[in-house]
């Protein structure tokens, strides 16, 4: 596993009218501060690839849909580490991504999916790097 990142499943509470879908505690694992919050749509096959902040910790859920991330730690150029964590109802989890991690996401699922990015930091575009989808040997096509 990557070091810093941590995969930790949410819970549902089942309610009448529609369920209560948990995110984060500042008590959670992964929490730092807040800085920000937002949502992000992902039309079905498409691909958000790839972003590397340098102070910046994401903790990312996905309340509606169906998404594959895909998280590269290139900071041993010598032993770079894959990881791929696809998030739905199946697998309602939160992933939290440390800084100086390449991170890409793809919809699964038709229609939109929704991403909600809980962040330590407000955006700076200044402390973001990134590179386009052929930068990076990933095959994004689905199986």
Known sequence: MIKGLKVTPLDIIQTSGGNVMHAM???DTGFVQFGEAYFSNI???AVKAW???HSMT???VVPVGRVKFVILDDR???KPELQEVIIS???YCR???PPMVWLG???LSKGNSVLLNIADMEHDPEEVDRKTITQIDYDWRLN
């Open 105 to 107: 996401f793809q919809g």
């Open 58 to 60: 994401l903790n990312l």
């Open 76 to 78: 041993m150029q010598d």
């Open 25 to 27: 505690k500042k008590s």
């Open 89 to 91: 109802m199946e697998n």
């Open 51 to 53: 972003k590397r902040h």
């Open 43 to 45: 039309e079905y096959q």
């Open 95 to 97: 992933i939290t991504i």
